[in-house]
Nanobody, 124 residues
Framework: QVQLVESGGGLVQAGGSLRLSCAAS????????MGWFRQAPGKEREFVAG????????DYADSVKGRFTFSRDNTKNTVYLQMNSLKSEDTAVYYC?????????????????WGQGTQVTVSS
């Protein structure tokens, strides 16, 4: 059974940084598409970043490009989202997800496993 467990959320001032972690079990993160999504109150879940390390490909939403970075630690089977220069509009619940599809997708429906989410709040 695949499980994804996020951590690292919290309250940070605008301009600050946070690093989210997603520990995976039951699926090797380097073999599958991994993604980060977020959902703000009253809004739909939106794509933040995705990676297919097997192909050396990554994709970032325009709103976070240059500020957020996706990385991994194979020894821990964990992926990370480093978030710098945070803005109030980055406030949301952040979800880690894994896709069994052989493509890098921005669509939540292509991801078959999800974490429970971690709250990120950026104060202005």
């Amino acid at each position: 059974q695949v499980q994804l467990v996020e951590s690292g959320g919290g309250l940070v001032q605008a301009g600050g940084s946070l690093r989210l972690s997603c520990a995976a079990s039951g699926r090797t993160v380097s073999w599958y598409t991994m993604g980060w999504f977020r959902q703000a109150p009253g809004k739909e879940r939106e794509f933040v970043a995705g990676v297919r390390w097997s192909e050396g490909r990554s994709d970032y939403a325009d709103s976070v490009k240059g500020r957020f970075t996706f990385s991994r630690d194979n020894t821990k089977n964990t992926v990370y989202l480093q978030m710098n220069s945070l803005k109030s509009e980055d406030t949301a619940v952040y979800y880690c997800a894994s896709s069994g599809a052989a493509r890098l997708s921005r669509s939540p429906s292509d991801y078959d496993y999800w974490g429970q989410g971690t709250q990120v709040t950026v104060s202005s």
